[in-house]
């Protein structure tokens, strides 16, 4: 009975882990996703600024919340990597 038991266990040890991994990678998928959009805006708007299209008090409203956002998603990825 004894082997069942761990038999059990382990199988659902070992799906629990998969489970985890699969979770993770679509959660790192997702972050990077946004973090790629977040970066393109911001280009975007260093673009605009550099021809004149937007003036400094424009700019300096539009990008501060993507700053905050690109912030937060280096901060939660530090604890995984340093890649910010």
């Known amino acids: 009975m004894s ?3 761990t038999t059990i266990t382990e199988h659902y040890k070992n799906e629990g882990i998969i489970k985890g991994k699969i ?3 679509i959660e790192g998928i997702n ?3 946004i973090k ?3 970066e393109g805006e911001i280009s975007l708007l260093e673009k605009l600024f550099q021809q004149a299209v937007l ?3 424009q700019f300096e409203q539009m990008i ?3 700053r905050k956002k690109y ?3 280096c901060m939660k990825n530090n604890a995984l990597t340093v890649t910010c």
């Open 71 to 73: 912030d937060e998603i």
């Open 55 to 57: 003036t400094k008090e």
């Open 64 to 66: 501060a919340p993507l």
């Open 23 to 25: 979770e993770g990678k």
């Open 31 to 33: 972050e990077g996703i």
């Open 3 to 5: 082997m069942i038991a």
């Open 36 to 38: 790629g959009k977040v």
